[in-house]
């Protein structure tokens, strides 16, 4: 019987060793699989953290284009309504025209200071005279040939400094009255004894 219950214990041994080393074994196996599906779980955390960063970004230049948007509106609006000033103004502009040309008044005038900036050239006549002018006042010696050259336009600067007009060279209509009524005024002076 000591060998049958011996024979037993050791069964029973290699029975427990070999569960044992299965159970090790299977732990084993247990902590790879908890390894592998922890690392994969890492994984699919890291994919979406950066998803989710994409996303937060998406949405900010969301809100960026959609700020832009707000502010091209805005800007839409506001032109809108200086264009349709501008049309309505053109549109006074021209009853205002039509009103003018209809009286035979000269349209624009006392309105536009674009318009008032326009000055009729000088007649060959008035620029004869305005030579003739300029010779007797002494501002130079001039042919008076009705041509507007370079000493006429130096005569009309210099008389122009003289009377306090603006200096253009030019003989605007201003210049040829100043100059006209000084030649007068020393035409009588030169006439009284």
Known sequence: MNRTVVALLILAGITGWSLSLYSTWNLAGLDEQLRTQSAALQD???????????????????ADLRQELSNAQSQIQKLTTQSEQAADDMAKAREQLATAQQGGAFPGVGMSPEIL???????????VAAQEALSQLRFGTIKADGAMGPSTREAIEKFQRAAGLPVTGELHAQTLVTLMRSAKVMAAQSDVP
């Open 44 to 62: 699919y955390q890291a994919q979406y953290s950066a998803q989710r960063q994409k996303t937060e970004e998406s949405a900010r230049e969301l």
């Open 117 to 127: 900036s326009i000055k009729p050239r000088p007649t060959k006549e008035d620029i």
